[in-house]
């Protein structure tokens, strides 16, 4: 199970039973950990609903209480090609 | 001028510190993941030695070294001055160096370059194989810029900048930054590189000697290389980019190379600001795109923790803010005794003493400041006369309290440029850079008649006679009262 964290302004941004597009940064441990990636998911507050867990923080860093479980459909590539 | 020994580099530096009893060597493992930030931390709000971290997890064989620039003692120690130097001594040598003659750099072979000792181009680039820390726990990244120099060059002027703007690691080849519109890179940004959409090259060097840092935190008109050679008293030493025209510091610890991108954004943010909260929102911000890093062998990560007072935010920052405000007045002929900026107003007020010889000289200071390139970085401009002691906060409180008029010496310009870390302004205000700034005049008027109308200062200096004030000095411990220091 991954564990992911991602910010908002505004819970109402984790809308359940979407197809959602969200910067995600991995909190699984190791010298990776807290970078980003552009993604399509689905989340619930359901922790049994998905494969990986999401944690929640606010716009000025608080941790939020909730906690989703959330599903990664796959990476979103915004980076234009000639950066790659 | 005399022969100037600072230390060439931050090895030098640490060393330095060390030796001064100004920096601890610390040896046990240390998690960059909050750790190595707390630490950095309390020796800010303690004003303890600045500490160096030999051993961290997962990165064997780099360092640590934080606090840089938190008190004076290490200001003084980085200028090649005595530790025990006043204030009013630092920055005394500060404008006597800053007022040389440029000393412009040179350029050396690769090989001679510390910075080279390790590259990483192509695949084998990953920030994440650098000890990037996380600096207060929820910050919205890991932050490899805190305490650096990005470098660039305008494409055809070619002036170079180099400038501390904070950069945070978004995955393992991009960065996110705050770099502000009014800032020299900002204006490099508009007024070239954006509507030409073009990306632009630039390179950050980390683990400077603490004289080049120092320069590219200093809001000095003066191209920052040269500045560097002015403040050490000798040319900085630079070596070319692996993959752009760009000069770098040749002993700087780690240098990552690139190009801003001018179409591609990612977000950046929140992150523990000088002011001592995190204020500025998270937000898509300007984005560095990384082709190359290199690196000393045990190379040392520099980390700046910026909240309450007092790191080198306000420290270093207030001196250099204040000492270049100095400058500018001067410049204009204006009678000042001096400028100063108490590092715990965050660098949010400048105080200036004046001799009021004409009307409105309040005004006209207030005006100079918030004009200048400075004026973003601050609000408040407070004017005392030439007797009371600029850096004597009771003495410079107590005129504010009683001589500024509430209604004639409180001076409001609104619609002013201000920063997105303001934490009093307005969500609005803080998105667009809006600020407002306020002039306090603590001047007698001077069409107050000087004998009638100007109240006499009943202090122990102002009111006795000469020989009456000698005589209660030597019988002081005869008096029965300890003595003075
Ligand atoms: C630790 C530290 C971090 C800073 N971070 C930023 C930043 O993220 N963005 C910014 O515009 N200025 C930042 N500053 C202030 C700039 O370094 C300062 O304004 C400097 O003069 C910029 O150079 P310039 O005048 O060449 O633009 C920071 C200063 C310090 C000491
Ligand atoms: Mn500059």
Redesign the interface.
């Known amino acids: 199970m991954n564990q992911w964290e991602v910010f908002v302004m505004d819970m109402a941004e984790l809308a359940e039973g979407k197809d959602l597009a969200l910067s995600i940064r991995t909190l699984n441990t190791g010298r990776h950990k807290y970078t980003y990636k552009h993604v399509r998911c689905m989340v619930s507050a359901d922790l049994d609903k998905h494969p990986d867990r999401l944690q929640v923080r606010m716009g000025r860093g608080q941790l939020s209480a909730a906690r989703f479980s959330i599903q990664v459909i796959e990476e979103i590539r915004r980076l234009p090609a000639k950066y790659a | 001028m005399s022969k100037i020994s600072a230390p060439r580099s931050n090895r030098e530096f640490v060393e330095a510190c060390v030796r001064h009893g100004d920096a601890v060597r610390i040896k046990q493992e240390v998690d960059w993941?909050n750790e190595a930030g707390a630490i950095v931390r309390r020796a800010c709000e303690l004003g303890a030695p600045a500490p160096f971290m030999e051993s961290i997890k997962?990165?064997p064989g780099f360092s640590y070294f934080g606090a840089p620039l938190s008190t004076y003692r290490r200001m003084a120690i980085s200028l090649g001055m005595d530790p025990e130097s006043s204030l009013p001594e630092i920055g005394a040598e500060y404008l006597k160096r800053t007022n040389s003659e440029p000393i412009a750099p040179v350029v050396i072979d690769r090989k001679d370059a510390p910075c080279k000792e390790n590259i990483l181009k192509g695949t084998d680039v990953d920030l994440?194989?650098l000890p990037v820390p996380?600096v207060?726990?929820?910050?919205?990244?890991?932050y490899v810029g805190t305490w650096h120099a990005v470098v660039t060059k305008h494409p055809v002027r070619g002036d170079v900048n180099w400038g501390m703007y904070r950069q945070m690691?978004?995955?393992?080849r991009?960065m996110s930054g705050a770099v502000f519109p009014f800032s020299d890179l900002g204006k490099q940004l508009s007024e070239y590189y954006l509507p030409r959409g073009e990306?632009a090259p630039f390179a950050t060097a980390i683990g400077l000697s603490p004289l080049a840092a120092m320069a590219a935190c200093a809001p000095s008109p003066i191209p920052e290389p040269e500045l560097v050679g002015m403040l050490s008293g000798e040319p900085a030493r630079l070596v070319k980019c692996e993959t752009n025209d760009l000069e770098v510091p040749a002993d700087a610890e780690i240098i990552i190379e690139g190009?801003i991108?001018p179409?591609?954004k990612?977000?950046e943010g929140?992150f523990g600001e000088y002011t001592g909260y995190?204020?500025s929102?998270?937000d898509f911000r300007v984005t560095f795109?990384v082709d190359c890093i290199t690196y000393r062998n045990n190379a040392t990560m520099t980390i700046s923790n910026m909240g309450v007072p007092q790191d080198e935010g306000q420290l270093l920052r207030s001196f250099s803010l204040g000492l270049e405000l100095e400058k500018l007045l001067r410049s204009q002929g204006i009678p000042i005794t001096g400028v100063y900026m108490h590092p715990r107003s965050t660098h949010h007020m400048m105080i200036v003493g004046v001799k009021p010889t004409y009307s409105g000289i309040a005004q006209q200071i207030g005006q100079l400041a918030f004009g200048s390139k400075l004026g973003p970085w601050f609000h408040m401009v407070m004017v005392v006369d030439d007797q009371t002691d600029i850096y004597n906060w009771d003495e410079v409180y107590h005129a504010f309290c009683t001589r500024c008029h509430p209604e004639n010496g409180i001076h409001i310009y609104r619609n002013t440029t201000g920063t997105p870390l303001y934490p009093f302004a307005t969500p609005h205000e803080r998105k667009y850079s809006i600020g407002s700034k306020v002039v306090f005049d603590c001047l007698w008027p001077v069409d107050w008649d000087k004998i009638n109308d100007v109240p006499t200062l009943v202090s122990f200096k102002n009111v006795y006679p000469k020989d009456i004030q000698e005589r209660v000095l030597s019988n002081w411990v005869a008096y029965g009262y300890p003595p003075v220091k």
């Open positions: 993941e997962d990165y994440c194989k996380l207060h726990d929820g910050d919205g990244g890991r690691m978004f995955d393992g991009t990306a190009v991108c179409d591609y990612v977000e929140p995190r204020t929102p998270r795109r």
